[in-house]
């Protein structure tokens, strides 16, 4: 028989578990269900894994960061066309970074898709973020454009490259602007040193200087100037002779351009006399040129300023 003394520890006792009880649903019920959240999610991202082995930057840089984002990449990964409204409508704007601190204008650079650039760029992508900034890149998206392109696919090499530059300055983008890093290399600059000469003359058209220097006193015309001596590259400089950029140009320029086609040592060949014609074309424009080393070398002597008058 039990007392009411009995009777009233028994009450506290069943209080006292409730009371835990009710404690431990409050806060387990919530984990139960955060960690069925969590595999549920695990799942859905397993199986768009899954689902589709061909986008595997998408799944594995892209899909964390939500479905949105993920989508649109997975349309850029695989060459597709995607709209300046999807761009827009992503939740962190065009300029968002995803793993590996990418971007979707860089994920459309990796994939080659032309389309996806020219939208993202369109809808206001900046060409003139870094790639990977934690890792001490100094690589933007014009330093990509300097490059000899890809080897494969249905737009290669200079004319993909020069896609992405002419999308690039239809949209706002700089001709005249100096790549980062510590040599102050000129886009137009580097663009020349790749021999991809169609994507100098786009830029130079488009108002690139192709005598601004460098930290090194190089410019894109004494670039071209001591490059191989291929015809290509004769074909440009006697382009940019025929449309005046050496026009006005200051005698310290002209001499720096002069000392980079004399690096070829005159033999009588073809490219020695395409050098001289270069040389005699130039120094028309500069009748009070002062022989030096350079013109020695050129000329083999004095300078036959009789051939530089009757130069073209």
Do not use: C
Not at 17 to 26: H, K, L, Q, S
Not at 72 to 95: C, F, H, N, T, Y
């Amino acid at each position: 028989m039990t007392t009411p003394s009995t009777e009233k520890k028994q009450a506290s006792i069943r209080r006292f578990y409730a009371v835990v009880f009710a404690a431990f649903a409050v806060i387990v019920t919530p984990l139960v269900w955060w960690g069925y959240g969590k595999y549920e999610t695990y799942r859905t991202e397993q199986d768009m894994i899954e689902s589709s082995p061909d986008t595997p930057l998408s799944n594995r840089l892209i899909l964390p960061y939500g479905e949105q984002p993920y989508r649109l990449a997975q349309q850029i990964e695989r060459g597709d066309a995607i709209s300046e409204a999807e761009v827009k409508a992503l939740p962190e704007g065009v300029d968002q970074r995803y793993g590996d601190e990418i971007t979707m204008l860089f994920l459309a650079l990796g994939a080659h898709n032309l389309q996806a650039i020219d939208t993202l760029l369109a809808a206001g992508a900046d060409p003139y973020m870094i790639d990977r900034p934690s890792t001490g890149s100094a690589r933007n998206f014009v330093y990509y454009l300097t490059m000899p392109g890809p080897s494969s696919g249905p737009v290669q090499g200079f004319d993909f490259e020069n896609r992405m530059i002419e999308s690039y300055l239809k949209h706002g983008g700089k001709a005249n602007v100096q790549l980062p890093g510590d040599q102050g290399n000129w886009f137009v600059e580097q663009v020349g040193l790749i021999g991809n000469y169609d994507g100098v003359k786009i830029l130079l058209k488009a108002g690139a200087d192709p005598w601004a220097e460098d930290k090194s006193g190089e410019t894109a015309i004494s670039t071209i100037g001591d490059m191989s001596g291929t015809d290509e590259s004769f074909k440009l400089m006697n382009w940019l002779l025929d449309q005046g950029y050496f026009s006005n140009v200051s005698m310290l320029k002209l001499q720096n351009f002069m000392n980079a086609i004399a690096g070829y040592t005159q033999r009588k060949d073809k490219v020695s006399r395409e050098y001289r014609n270069i040389a005699l074309r130039a120094l028309k424009r500069f009748p009070n040129y002062p022989p030096d080393q350079n013109t020695q070398d050129i000329f083999g002597g004095p300078i036959p300023w009789k051939e530089v008058e009757n130069a073209k």
